[in-house]
């Protein structure tokens, strides 16, 4: 930008969390298309909306781990949306000492976005992605995409290529 006082750097300013990721997953080629629905986070209500078996949701959970007494490590676990995080095979996969579901305030704060709408990527340098091994046996995952009303069906191959999840055995039968 010019103005009065000569040439002034202006960077643009970050994009929605939603535009972000549309953005990156057309520039890898990965293969997706979008869901308007009703309002909803809660994963077997939405599954349902969506026209989906609630097994293909990819539910995502933000997590606490200490490890040692002044290091605390977050995780965002994706698993099968009808399987149940097994938070103590979180807690031996970073080898830490107590294991806790994230504040409301905290996984807000890491995910970029509300309750019910965060995404299976990690965009905050601290969040751990691991995904369950069960995530993978369907060929096409559903989740919120940053939004209450818009969720996305991504090929199951194209999110591990671009989210690049650590692979790990972190459910236990629901």
Known sequence: MTGEYGDVAVSAPPLPLYDRLTADLDAAGARYRLIDHEPE???DLVSALRGHAVAQAAKC???MVKVG???TRYVLAVVPGDARLDLQAVRELLDGTYVTFASKDKAEELAGSPS???LPFSYHPRLELVADPA???VPELFFNAARLDRSMALATDDYVRV???RIAPITVPA
């Open 61 to 63: 959970l933000i997590v």
């Open 41 to 43: 986070g809660r994963t």
């Open 69 to 71: 007494k002044k290091k």
């Open 135 to 137: 995530l993978l046996d």
């Open 116 to 118: 019910g709408t965060v």
């Open 163 to 165: 989210a690049a999840p």
